[in-house]
């Protein structure tokens, strides 16, 4: 076999991999889908498929799509994967939407890329799939820096083929401290993360599962589970991207990207949110938005999708249905 024969042996090997973890996962809590390595018509009515699509500079990115039905787009945070939203794609799924969630560039099982890992990128890179899936009258969903990613997206690239916007736990409209922005976070907390990520980041991915999900509180019911799919979920990504995506969802600021904002807007976020503090970011965004919805767990986490799931389903969904 000569070396481009093997290399390309390898790479769909490991693409096979990847598939087939994936649909294990989801087949379990889904057991009438079916699942499929590529996406032939994917704006068939009732297509359930896990695909990757190529973007314009070739990079893959993967992506769920299960269901039928008007569609929800869920975007995840740092540095996880679309496998974040579990909870949320069957539940929603089973109330008749089409879900789907993609792994960033550079995360989950998406291509790992050395350039581009940048937020003008992400949602360029969002654009396309929404473009290439012919979604409409779509609800966006993006949780910390996926709320970065959704308002980037809305800002750039306009809204119209969107209903309603939910941001939750996200970093908008700027988590960096400066002198326009006194309740942001020091850089030398960014920087941190930078140092954990680069030094150890198996160590630090399972650090970090503390804050995130508030298991340093009194009171905290631990989930080693929780913690460990964090884990697996952020030893897949590259660290190249998730490095450079530490300054996109510290230092970039989304003012503007608000401000461009014309649909229903949900905007939640716990009050003890340990990662993307509230002071610096919902209760900014709340007002940058106009005629947003702002809604405060008392007490919950970064991670509240997760650790307070059925409360923020239902609310998602009323939202939806409203």
């Known amino acids: 076999m000569n070396e481009q024969s093997s290399a ?12 087939a973890g994936g649909a294990a996962v989801a087949a379990t809590a889904l057991p009438k889908m079916s699942f499929a390595a590529t996406n032939p018509n994917p704006t068939k009515s009732g297509v359930q498929s896990m695909s990757f699509i190529k973007t314009k500079d070739g990079t893959e990115i993967f992506y769920k799509d299960w269901g039928k039905g008007q569609p929800i787009l869920f975007s995840h945070g740092w540095p996880l994967s679309a496998d974040a939203w579990d909870a949320q794609m069957v539940f929603f ?37 929404i473009e290439y899936l012919d979604l409409k009258d779509l609800i966006m969903i993006g949780h910390s820096t996926g709320g970065g990613e959704v308002a980037h997206y809305l800002g750039r690239h306009g809204t119209k083929r969107v209903a309603k916007v939910v ?27 930078r140092k954990g990520t680069l030094e150890d980041r198996s160590q630090f991915f399972r650090d970090v599962t503390i804050p995130f999900y508030g ?39 989304y003012t503007e990207d608000l401000r461009k904002i014309d649909k229903p807007t949900l905007i939640v976020h716990g009050d003890d949110d340990q990662i993307v ?40 969904l009323d939202f939806i249905r409203a």
């Open 8 to 19: 390309f042996s390898m790479e769909t090997s490991r693409r096979n991999l990847l598939l």
């Open 167 to 193: 941001l939750v736990g996200a970093v908008p409209p700027l988590m960096l401290k400066t002198d326009k922005n006194p309740n942001g976070l020091p850089m030398d907390v960014f920087d941190g993360i």
């Open 93 to 129: 799924g089973q109330q008749g939407y089409r879900v789907i969630a993609h792994d960033r560039r550079s995360h989950g099982r998406s291509t790992q890329t050395w350039d581009g890992n940048n937020m003008d990128q992400y949602a360029d890179d969002l654009a396309e799939l």
């Open 277 to 316: 503090p509230i002071v610096a970011s919902a209760l900014e965004s709340s007002k940058i938005v106009k005629g947003s919805v702002l809604k405060i767990y008392e007490g919950a986490d970064h991670g509240l999708s997760q650790t307070h799931t059925e409360r923020f389903n239902q609310d998602v």
């Open 215 to 253: 298991y340093n509180r009194e009171g905290a019911k631990i989930s080693e589970g929780v913690r460990e799919s964090f884990w697996a979920q952020g030893m897949m990504g590259g660290i190249k991207g998730q490095l450079d995506c530490i300054r996109e969802f510290s230092e970039v600021d």
